[in-house]
Nanobody, 121 residues
Framework: QVQLVESGGGLVQAGGSLRLSCAAS????????MGWYRQAPGKQRELVAS????????SYAEPVKGRFTISRDNAKNTVRLQMDTLKPEDTAVYYC??????????????WGQGTQVTVSS
């Protein structure tokens, strides 16, 4: 059993900042990648940012480049998303994702429960 627990969402004015955190726990052997996705009302879920835990290599969606920063703490199986200069179009439910190897040698995808980010204009 693996759990991803997210925290840090909320309401902020345009131009403000928020930081999301996601901690993975449970039957984890190793984690390949962790990332953040978001889904706005009426839209498909989209990748925002991801990080390869072994190297720290990152990838960002074009709309958030230069504004969002993803980082990891390997010792704590935690990933954070620092979101600066937020815009109303960043409003969405943000989901943490992890691709990991469990104790039984299975490569699986896990999702957090989602955290709401609302940016007012």
């Amino acid at each position: 059993q693996v759990q991803l627990v997210e925290s840090g969402g909320g309401l902020v004015q345009a131009g403000g900042s928020l930081r999301l955190s996601c901690a993975a726990s449970g039957s984890i052997r190793s984690i390949n990648t962790m990332g953040w996705y978001r889904q706005a009302p009426g839209k498909q879920r989209e990748l925002v940012a991801s990080i390869l835990l072994s190297s720290g290599s990152t990838s960002y969606a074009e709309p958030v480049k230069g504004r969002f920063t993803i980082s990891r703490d390997n010792a704590k199986n935690t990933v954070r998303l620092q979101m600066d200069t937020l815009k109303p179009e960043d409003t969405a439910v943000y989901y943490c994702n992890a691709e990991l190897w469990d104790y039984w040698g299975r490569l699986r995808d896990y999702w957090g429960q989602g955290t709401q980010v609302t940016v007012s204009s």
